[in-house]
């Protein structure tokens, strides 16, 4: 089992244990691959919840450049929907799993296809 596999065994795992999701594997590696070698570094492979401009990257970043949605207050929305459902305590939260989420939220799958 390749690294990149493990790791995405890891997150289905924290989809359905921690966030209460059946994650669809197909997608859940296309978002995974997506994210680079940022998955293979561990401060790049989570998602600092409680920083601003943590959040504010994930916006203008992934949500506005790679998903194509326009800037409004239903990115910040579902943003915080995210954290909620991965839980604002959890320490860990991996980016796979935070755009993973994102990427259902939003209906933007075929970005992916």
């Known amino acids: 089992m390749s690294k990149r596999d493990e790791l995405i065994a890891k997150y289905a795992d924290d989809l359905k244990n921690k966030c209460g999701m059946d994650p669809d594997m197909d997608l859940l590696t296309a978002v995974t691959i997506g994210c680079g070698p940022s998955i293979y570094n561990d401060d790049s492979s989570t998602v600092a919840s409680s920083q601003e401009s943590e959040l504010e ?33 959890e320490r860990n939260k991996y980016r796979a799993v935070f755009y993973y989420m994102l990427v259902k939220h939003f209906g933007k799958e075929s970005v992916y296809s």
Do not use: E, M, R, W
């Open 57 to 89: 990257t994930v916006k203008n970043n992934f949500l506005i450049k790679k998903l194509g949605l326009a800037d409004g207050p239903d990115l910040d929305a579902g943003i915080q929907k995210a954290v909620d459902t991965y839980g604002a305590s």
